[in-house]
């Protein structure tokens, strides 16, 4: 079993949808959760951080953490073409942090 | 804020060869960590350095070695490069181990 998962797409959304991005991981010591947003070719940008159950929201973002069902998610409201990228979730815990393989988002115009 | 730094961007290098790739972290970061971003397997965690000592090392072979300096930067080094290693190297940065980090541009090294 990998240690972060999620689904690796393609989820293809309609211009001004929500899209909505899945992650569960194996290490339940983990404490800290992020979300990156990584377009081609360029290297991984920081969309949120999470620490604590419940949600969080940051514009158009918002990301839930579950401890207890080992679940992060992302939801992107009123999504745009720019946000077609592949998203990836990390988790951390004991001085290593580890990554999804990444959902690769298409937002359709 | 300058944000984290890699050089060089790009290197091309032969089989059996050494590399040496640099970090600089964000000023006032105090760990670092890099990545090897391939298409087949993703983002794979190698190395995290906080006030120069490796705090965690990932699944790689001990040809994969790195090191921090007192001033936060940090170097990585591959010996006896394999074909298998050609990928994206990206170093982050974060105040400490469980921050939210932070990514260089990346070095993109070519072994032929």
């Known amino acids: 079993q990998k240690e972060v998962e999620q689904n690796s797409g393609p989820l293809s959304v309609p211009e001004g949808a929500i899209a909505s991005l899945n992650c569960t991981y194996s290490?339940?010591?983990?404490?800290?959760f992020f979300w990156y947003r990584q377009y081609s070719g360029k290297s991984p940008e920081l969309i949120m951080s999470?620490?604590?159950?419940g949600d969080k929201e940051d514009g158009r973002f918002t990301a839930q953490l579950n401890k207890a069902s080992q679940y992060v998610s992302l939801l992107i409201r009123d999504s745009q073409p720019s946000d077609s990228a592949t998203y990836l979730c990390?988790?951390?815990?004991?001085?290593?942090?580890?990554f999804g393989a990444g959902t690769r988002l298409f937002v359709k115009a | 804020k300058a944000g984290v730094t890699q050089t060089p961007r790009y290197l091309i290098k032969t089989r059996g060869q050494q590399v040496t790739l640099s970090c600089s972290p964000i000023s006032g970061h105090r760990s670092v960590s890099w990545y090897q971003q391939t298409p087949g397997q993703g983002l794979q965690f190698l190395f995290e350095?906080?006030?120069?000592?490796?705090?965690n090392k990932g699944n790689f072979p001990g040809r994969f070695s790195g090191r921090q300096f007192s001033n936060s930067r940090s170097e990585m080094n591959v010996s006896t490069l394999e074909l298998g290693d050609s990928a994206l190297y990206l170093c982050?940065?974060?105040?400490?181990?469980?921050?939210?980090?932070?990514f260089g541009p990346g070095t993109r090294l070519t072994v032929l």
């Open positions: 350095y906080f006030s120069e000592t490796q705090r």
């Open positions: 999470i620490y604590s159950n």
């Open positions: 290490d339940r010591v983990s404490q800290s």
């Open positions: 982050a940065s974060s105040l400490g181990p469980d921050n939210e980090q932070f």
């Open positions: 990390a988790v951390n815990g004991g001085f290593k942090t580890i």
